[in-house]
């Protein structure tokens, strides 16, 4: 029987359950923490135990946050989750490992010129509208074939596709939606999966989960 002393073991435990199901490896599904809203002091418990991806969705609570934490834990990799505006583009492409909301040609471009510029490529999930939901960011399923073909010429290196699927709806076809367009399109990477689906989309294909209610609490 698996006993979890703190909520990382059994987030930990529930992935290499969910993995085992699927007949897939743990270890080729990254748990990013996703520590938006929380302070340095509730994200150190789990530096110390070993956590070092972690995702935020705003760029200047990162650069707030982050740097001394880094000096503190080496080997941090850290994620932007969030939309992104364009303007913001060179302060995440220096502070972030890799972005999950690329969504449009107008970013594409300032990140193209922001990586650039910094000599550094960030890799990049492009988030897609699963949900084909108006109010939501993403690139439209329709235009992501032309979008990745835009991505790629401007050098920008794409990890994978990301989605949040629409809420209040079983998610699991969203999942699997996604991890087929991926294949489609030649790309392995899928960041897909949160606090409450994690699992399921750990057995649709996902190999980078966001996690942040389940490891720290409820966001204030
Ligand atoms: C906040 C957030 C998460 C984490 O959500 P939880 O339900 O707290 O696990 C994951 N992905 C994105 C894009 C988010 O904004």
Redo the contacts with the bound molecule.
Sequence with gaps: MDIASTPLELVRQKIARAAKIARREAQDVTLIA?S?THPAHQITPLLDQGQRVF?E?RVQEAQEKWPELREKYAGVELHL??QLQSNKAEDAVQTFDVI?SLDRPSLLKALAKAMDAAGRRVPCFVQVNIGDEEQKGGCAIAELPEFLEQARAANIPIAGLMC?PPAEIEPAPFFAFLAKLAEDNGLEGLSMG???DFETAIMQGATHV?????LFGE?G
């Design positions: 996703v938006k995702g969705n989750i969030g999950h949040i949160m606090s409450s966001r996690v942040g209610t389940a966001r």
